[in-house]
């Protein structure tokens, strides 16, 4: 059974700074690899999608990487700002659909 | 373009009381989903659809029934609430043609039992 693991469960950094949000399998047998983000009372926001064929995915500020040989994932966020706070939950698609969650990091930017 | 509605949005019911979360979506999409959300818990995937009659167990089905009807709707019925299912339900849907389709979640709905 996949388990996914988010580490740690909240975060706390001065705005501008750069950091790395995990995310840890235990099954490399992965079909797709997904980062979301959850803001308080809200649903969840794709972000970013990691095929499984791929190694890193960017946007904007924004840069996912992928190793499924250490069963591994890294959102990092560059220049971190107050409107970057909420939660991020990593998502690995078990199938074309079906997602295996982590419990998410709450991050929190301080202006 | 509305995406993914979850109604109601709030609910509390007693235990033993029977109820359905409605969720509709406007965009076509072959699959959709019901997740649960609990503190330290992640998102689980309780029932899933990848097409109207075609409906399949998620990870944690028990106390929960779907039916897929239509393509647009995709509604969860509780049948005999207790408070183990005290909760937030996400409900999620995305197409199936292609790859590396976005999924799109709707609001959640938060239900209390008690």
């Known amino acids: 059974k996949q388990e996914v693991t988010q580490i740690p469960a909240a975060l706390s950094v001065p705005e501008g700074e750069n950091l790395v949000l995990n995310c840890s399998f235990t099954?490399?047998?992965?079909?797709?690899l997904q980062w979301f983000r959850q803001d308080p009372g809200k649903g969840l926001t794709s972000l970013l999608l990691?095929?499984?064929?791929?190694r890193e995915q960017t946007s904007g500020r924004l840069n996912a990487s992928l190793d499924k040989s250490s069963g591994r994932s890294t959102l990092y966020i560059a220049a971190s700002q107050p409107g970057d706070s909420a939660t991020y939950l990593c998502?690995?698609?078990?199938?074309?659909?079906?997602?295996?969650f982590g419990q998410g990091t709450r991050l929190t930017i301080n202006p | 373009n509305a995406g993914v509605t979850q109604t109601p949005k709030f609910q509390v019911l007693k235990t033993g009381q029977s109820m359905t979360l409605q969720c509709a979506q406007d965009?076509?999409?072959?699959?959709m989903s019901w997740y649960r959300q609990d503190p330290g818990m992640g998102l689980r995937l309780i029932h899933y659809?990848?097409?109207?009659?075609?409906?399949d167990q998620g990870e944690v089905p028990n106390g929960y029934n779907v039916s897929r009807s239509t393509t647009e709707d995709f509604p969860l019925r509780l049948l005999s609430a207790a408070p183990s299912q005290t909760s937030v339900y996400f409900c999620?849907?995305?197409?199936?043609?292609?790859?590396?389709?976005?999924?799109?979640f709707g609001e959640g709905s938060w239900l209390t039992v008690v």
């Open positions: 999620a849907s995305s197409s199936l043609v292609g790859t590396g389709n976005t999924i799109y």
């Open positions: 099954d490399s047998a992965i079909y797709n």
């Open positions: 990691i095929q499984s064929s791929q």
């Open positions: 998502g690995i698609y078990q199938g074309a659909q079906k997602l295996v």
């Open positions: 965009m076509n999409h072959e699959y």
């Open positions: 659809s990848v097409g109207a009659g075609i409906t």
